[in-house]
Nanobody, 122 residues
Framework: QVQLVESGGGLVQAGGSLRLSCAASGSIFSVGSMAWYRQAPGKQRELVATVTSSGSLNYADFVKGRFTISRDNAKNTVFLQMNRLEPDDTGTYYC????????????????WGPGTQVTVSS
């Protein structure tokens, strides 16, 4: 059993900052790529940023220069530093991770957290 739990969401004014965290726990042998997604009300879930196990980064165009993704491999945790937040950044933010659950299981499975709400007021 693997659990991902996000934290750090909240209400912030436009131009402010938040730092999201997501910790993976449970039956973990190794963790591959980790990512942040978001979903605004009435819209589809969209990719925000990814970080591979070796540290390669990728960002959606709409957050480049404002958000920074990072990870702590020792703690199986991924972070999202969000600066210069805009009202359009409002939504539920989800983390995901590709996790290999044991030495016996060769494949990586995709796990999701329950999400954390980010609300940016104008």
């Amino acid at each position: 059993q693997v659990q991902l739990v996000e934290s750090g969401g909240g209400l912030v004014q436009a131009g402010g900052s938040l730092r999201l965290s997501c910790a993976a726990s449970g039956s973990i042998f190794s963790v591959g790529s980790m990512a942040w997604y978001r979903q605004a009300p009435g819209k589809q879930r969209e990719l925000v940023a990814t970080v591979t196990s070796s540290g390669s980064l990728n960002y959606a165009d709409f957050v480049k220069g404002r958000f920074t993704i990072s990870r702590d491999n020792a703690k199986n945790t991924v972070f999202l530093q969000m600066n210069r937040l805009e009202p359009d950044d409002t939504g539920t933010y989800y983390c995901s991770a590709l996790i290999r659950t044991s030495r016996i299981v060769q494949s990586f499975n995709l796990f999701w957290g329950p999400g954390t709400q980010v609300t940016v007021s104008s």
